[in-house]
């Protein structure tokens, strides 16, 4: 199973929409933590994952909170956005920002901060876990349209 620690819980408000820019997107950090070693994804690096339905879980959301609270997770009001960073054992990832754009482009913006500089410095240990996790929750009424495709841009920091 996956362990994890709930994330503070932050939001952004929507904004008016512009034809021409991207508008930021109403979303909640709902949880993050370590993957489960037993992840295996088609492809083995980061992975960012994006469900308007439980049906949309393409062997993802198991190794998240979102089969043992599905009470939290309201598919008819909100999607889910997910990012998987592969390793990273020692840092925590926290979403900044949520935009769309006029063309149906999901752009995340994630904070990747180390917590242990012990851990940091040392590359991981295949035993340990796959990496780490962060999922959001995405007010389905502040999009415009679904999603085609997404985006995350990462800032790391030591």
């Known amino acids: ?4 620690g709930l994330l503070a819980a932050s939001a952004a408000a929507a904004g008016p929409l512009s034809r021409k820019t991207d508008k930021p997107v109403t979303f909640l950090e709902k949880e993050g933590g370590e993957v489960d070693p037993g992840f295996r994804p088609r492809k083995d690096r980061n992975r960012v994952f994006y469900a308007a339905s439980r049906e949309q879980d393409r062997g993802w959301m198991s190794f998240t909170r979102i089969p043992n609270n599905p009470g939290d997770y309201d598919f008819k009001r909100y999607s889910v956005f997910a ?3 592969k390793g990273h054992e020692g840092y925590t990832a926290t979403v900044r920002s949520v935009q769309e754009s006029p063309a149906g482009k999901l752009s995340a913006t994630v904070a990747v901060d180390c ?3 012990s851990l940091c410095a040392a590359p991981p240990e295949p035993a340990n876990s ?7 929750q995405i007010d389905k009424r502040s999009l415009v349209r679904p999603p085609k495709t997404l985006y995350v841009t990462t800032a790391y920091t030591p």
């Open 1 to 4: 199973m996956v362990t994890a």
């Open 115 to 117: 917590y242990n500089p």
């Open 83 to 85: 990012v998987f960073y």
């Open 130 to 136: 796959w990496g780490i996790y962060v999922v959001i």
